[in-house]
């Protein structure tokens, strides 16, 4: 038997001991030149120069804890294996020692010992009164399941899955606008008179043509379309409507943007051989006027930190988180419920106050002053100039929305058919409010617009703030149209 190894020797990497004669080796693949790493053999490299070992050492190992006796074929042994063996037999020679070696060398070999890993806990989920899990379920799991409830039916799940995969597309076009050339202008106008960003132009028509896919709506509204889109459905008859980038002033400087839609249910427009063109277009613009009350289903998605889409079928809110991982919304706020009375937040948009009626100035004023309460901390501003993202923030942490006529647009600047009723939809969902009117005194969702891109102003948060909102108005409103005064 060859000479031993001192214990004192150092070993770069992992070793085995063989208790019997007390020898090391060590492994190390990726210094075995021209041998198939995958061989997992061990060799006496790299480590200390030491007097009196026989060279067959080297080649003497098979696996870790191997016996001895299996030689391997010496043609297979590298050549810097083979060199090390001749510089060996005429020791004392050092040989270039790896740099980590080096550092090994200063302390003594220890026995190598396996540690055992923590045992593997289970994710915990919460469950909702419902049986969905937050952070499990998915949108496609929560469809079928209200479908399977009766709450929502197969055409309707089909058109919600995919704007779901409309939005996917657009949220990858958004994250990549600055590097794609998609910021700027496009060079048109809506019909709403708003200049159109190029985002809202692809954005529309990939909401179109997801919607004309599904063969399960008969009419597309959009901001982005002077007129109603007539499409053919096989079943389904629904309208859907949308706005397909809310926000996109703040493409350019990456700030919060969102899409917003509500689908209606089926009417009929029934267009007969006889009606010239204007006749039917007459007859779908008629069965597009649809209130809030027509609802169905409603929401939106926001395009920030992450991609959310929040989502009502007439029974509670319920949020879903895009994991860009799997491509899945997953399941990640439960029944939302606005909270009442929430933080004290106020939002609009405060440029526009000197435009506002002198009633809404001063209850801007009684807010800033601490409203009801003046012994509590005034209210603080919020505002990010996207309705999506201002109304994503009320819906989860309360407050009030402020959207007034003002001079410059008297019938407000929210169009009611895709942004206002599908908002108003949640907000009651979620047991908010969302009212309108000189005292805030009516339901966004019993309007029934004059045409499809019709403009309201909204009043939507807190129950508990919009009804301190409607006993300050029905209380200074008389007041203050007799004439305005600074004072509260």
Same mark, same amino acid.
């Given at each position: 038997?060859?000479?031993?190894?001192?214990?004192?020797?150092?070993?770069?990497?992992?070793?085995?001991?063989?208790?019997?004669?007390?020898?090391?080796?060590?492994?190390? &693949?990726?210094?075995? +030149?021209?041998?198939?790493?995958?061989?997992?053999?061990?060799?006496?490299?790299?480590?200390? &120069?030491?007097?009196?070992?026989?060279?067959?050492?080297?080649?003497?190992?098979?696996?870790?804890?191997?016996?001895?006796?299996?030689?391997?074929?010496?043609?297979?042994?590298?050549?810097?294996?083979?060199? $090390?063996?001749?510089? !060996?037999?005429?020791?004392?020679?050092?040989?270039?020692? +790896?740099?980590?070696?080096?550092?090994?060398?200063?302390?003594?070999?220890?026995?190598?010992?396996?540690?055992?890993?923590? /045992?593997?806990?289970?994710?915990?989920?919460?469950?909702?009164?419902?049986?969905?899990?937050?952070?499990?379920?998915?949108?496609?799991?929560?469809?079928?399941?209200?479908?399977?409830?009766?709450?929502?039916?197969?055409?309707?799940?089909?058109?919600?899955?995919?704007?779901?995969?409309?939005?996917?597309?657009?949220?990858? *076009?958004?994250? %990549?606008? &600055?590097?794609?050339? *998609?910021?700027?202008?496009?060079?048109?106008?809506?019909?709403?008179?708003?200049?159109?960003?190029? *985002?809202?132009? !692809?954005?529309?028509?990939?909401?179109?043509?997801?919607?004309?896919?599904?063969?399960?709506?008969?009419?597309?509204?959009?901001?982005?379309?002077?007129?109603?889109?007539?499409?053919?459905?096989?079943?389904?008859?629904? !309208?859907?409507?949308?706005?397909?980038?809310?926000?996109?002033?703040?493409?350019?400087?990456?700030?919060?943007?969102?899409?917003?839609?509500?689908? @209606?249910?089926?009417?009929?427009?029934? !267009?007969?051989?006889?009606?010239?063109? #204007?006749?039917?277009?007459?007859?779908?613009?008629?069965?597009?006027?649809?209130?809030?009350? #027509?609802?169905?289903?409603?929401?939106?998605? $926001? @395009?920030?930190?992450?991609?959310? $889409?929040?989502?009502?079928?007439?029974?509670?809110?319920?949020?879903?988180?895009?994991?860009?991982?799997?491509?899945?919304?997953?399941?990640?706020?439960?029944?939302?419920?606005? /909270?009442?009375?929430?933080?004290?937040?106020?939002?609009?948009?405060?440029?526009?106050?000197?435009?506002?009626?002198?009633?809404?100035?001063?209850?801007?004023?009684? *807010?800033?002053?601490?409203?009801?309460?003046?012994?509590?901390?005034?209210?603080?501003?919020?505002?990010?100039?996207?309705? %999506?993202?201002?109304? +994503?923030?009320?819906?989860?942490?309360?407050?009030?929305?402020?959207? &007034?006529?003002?001079?410059?647009?008297?019938?407000?600047?929210?169009?009611?058919? @895709?942004?206002?009723?599908?908002?108003?939809?949640?907000?009651?969902?979620?047991?908010?409010?969302?009212?309108?009117?000189?005292?805030?005194?009516?339901?966004?969702?019993?309007?029934?617009?004059?045409?499809? +891109?019709?403009?309201? /102003?909204?009043?939507?948060?807190?129950?508990? $703030?919009?009804?301190?909102?409607?006993?300050?108005?029905?209380?200074?409103?008389?007041?203050?149209?007799?004439? /305005?005064?600074?004072?509260?």
């Amino acid at each position: 038997m060859p000479n031993e190894l001192p214990n004192n020797q150092a070993i770069r990497y992992g070793f085995t001991d063989q208790s019997a004669s007390n020898y090391f080796a060590i492994w190390d &693949p990726p210094i075995l +030149h021209g041998r198939d790493a995958s061989e997992s053999r061990f060799f006496a490299v790299q480590v200390l &120069p030491f007097r009196g070992v026989d060279p067959s050492l080297l080649t003497r190992f098979v696996g870790i804890g191997g016996a001895f006796g299996t030689a391997l074929p010496p043609p297979r042994m590298s050549s810097a294996v083979s060199s $090390m063996s001749s510089a !060996i037999r005429g020791a004392p020679v050092r040989p270039r020692i +790896h740099r980590a070696a080096r550092k090994a060398a200063s302390r003594l070999t220890t026995r190598a010992r396996a540690v055992e890993a923590p /045992p593997k806990t289970e994710k915990s989920t919460k469950k909702s009164s419902k049986g969905y899990r937050v952070g499990v379920d998915t949108l496609n799991t929560f469809l079928f399941r209200e479908e399977t409830a009766g709450r929502v039916n197969g055409d309707l799940a089909i058109i919600v899955n995919n704007i779901a995969i409309a939005c996917k597309k657009i949220s990858n *076009l958004v994250a %990549v606008a &600055p590097i794609s050339g *998609l910021t700027g202008l496009a060079g048109s106008s809506n019909e709403s008179g708003d200049e159109q960003k190029k *985002l809202d132009v !692809i954005s529309n028509d990939i909401f179109c043509d997801a919607m004309s896919e599904t063969c399960r709506a008969n009419m597309i509204v959009t901001e982005e379309e002077d007129v109603p889109l007539r499409v053919e459905a096989i079943s389904g008859d629904y !309208i859907v409507c949308f706005d397909p980038i809310d926000g996109s002033s703040n493409i350019d400087a990456a700030v919060t943007t969102g899409s917003i839609f509500g689908i @209606y249910s089926s009417g009929e427009c029934v !267009i007969t051989d006889g009606d010239s063109v #204007e006749d039917a277009m007459e007859k779908c613009v008629l069965n597009a006027r649809k209130s809030g009350e #027509e609802l169905v289903c409603a929401g939106y998605v $926001m @395009y920030s930190s992450s991609t959310v $889409m929040m989502l009502t079928c007439g029974d509670g809110v319920y949020g879903f988180t895009l994991d860009t991982a799997t491509g899945e919304y997953v399941l990640s706020h439960d029944d939302v419920k606005i /909270p009442d009375p929430g933080q004290r937040i106020y939002s609009g948009n405060n440029g526009n106050v000197d435009k506002w009626a002198p009633e809404m100035k001063a209850y801007v004023r009684y *807010l800033q002053l601490g409203g009801a309460d003046k012994d509590k901390a005034p209210f603080s501003y919020r505002y990010i100039g996207a309705l %999506v993202g201002d109304f +994503h923030r009320t819906l989860l942490y309360g407050g009030i929305w402020l959207y &007034p006529p003002d001079a410059s647009a008297p019938q407000g600047k929210a169009r009611l058919l @895709y942004e206002v009723a599908p908002m108003g939809y949640l907000a009651e969902q979620a047991g908010g409010m969302a009212m309108w009117g000189e005292t805030a005194e009516k339901r966004v969702m019993e309007v029934v617009p004059q045409n499809i +891109h019709q403009r309201s /102003p909204m009043f939507v948060g807190s129950t508990s $703030m919009v009804k301190d909102l409607q006993e300050f108005l029905a209380d200074r409103a008389p007041v203050y149209r007799n004439g /305005p005064r600074d004072e509260l």
